[in-house]
């Protein structure tokens, strides 16, 4: 943990807080939010990531729902095949799939991008809400329909309510990586649309290491406050049950 986490994050600090002559600075930080370019990579990082996300659930939630449910999925190879794609480097997946789409003739874009993002953090949605979904009891959805409701109301009523730990964690797992990726939307748009993450690997690459480093900075406070949102949130679910 020190040697894989402690050290490369406070690395990344040492560097976003330093100038290039190595004195100690806010400057990077500040520049940030002074940087058209980089403001406007990242609303539309943001922009692109509540499309993938809602996209995953929209297709995710479904998938884990028939997953779970052995009415409809009577055989393990069912989840295989949800897995196989992820056994694949994900590199790999998204130049096979740009491939496709320059054999198909299709021209590369935000249509193309958000397909790329959704064969490749699909999974990422499915899993954590299967879990729930298969791990929940039953007897709830029964219990409602036993009291008048129809099946419908009672998967919105009872079955997504109990589900939504397993869509929140889904959410995390899909909407953070999406902002700070830089491979898929650099093969599935030719570069045309940039993300935030394209931006810390073009500093870094120009050797901008302080800048960079506070634009990684700023990556993980907001994961790590999105994060902490997330665990408050279970507490009080917790402590309401």
Do not use: H
């Amino acid at each position: 943990m020190v040697l894989f986490v402690v050290l490369p994050l406070f690395m990344v600090m040492m560097y976003a807080f330093r100038d290039g002559s190595g004195r100690f600075t806010f400057a990077n930080i500040g520049k940030f939010f002074t940087d058209k370019d980089a403001l406007s990579t990242f609303a539309v990082s943001v922009e692109v990531a509540l499309e993938n996300t809602a996209l995953c659930i929209l297709l995710g939630y479904p998938a884990a729902w028939i997953l779970s449910n052995k009415k409809y999925n009577r055989s393990a190879v069912t989840i295989v095949l949800f897995i196989m794609p992820m056994w694949i480097n994900a590199l790999m997946r998204t130049l096979a799939t740009a491939q496709l789409f320059t054999m198909l003739g299709v021209n590369l874009g935000k249509g193309t991008l958000l397909f790329g993002m959704v064969y490749d953090y699909l999974p990422f949605m499915i899993y954590p809400i299967y879990n729930v979904l298969s791990k929940m009891d039953k007897s709830y959805a029964e219990a409602a329909v036993d009291l008048g409701a129809t099946p419908w109301t009672a998967f919105w009523k009872v079955t997504v309510p109990l589900s939504m730990p397993g869509v929140m964690s889904g959410v995390l797992m899909v909407f953070m990586p999406t902002v700070s990726t830089f491979a898929i939307s650099e093969f599935l748009t030719n570069n045309k649309i940039k993300l935030f993450g394209t931006i810390i690997q073009e500093n870094i690459n120009s050797s901008a290491w302080n800048y960079g480093a506070a634009l990684a900075f700023i990556m993980l406070i907001i994961i790590g406050i999105t994060s902490l949102f997330q665990k408050d949130k279970d507490q009080a679910e917790g402590a309401l049950i």
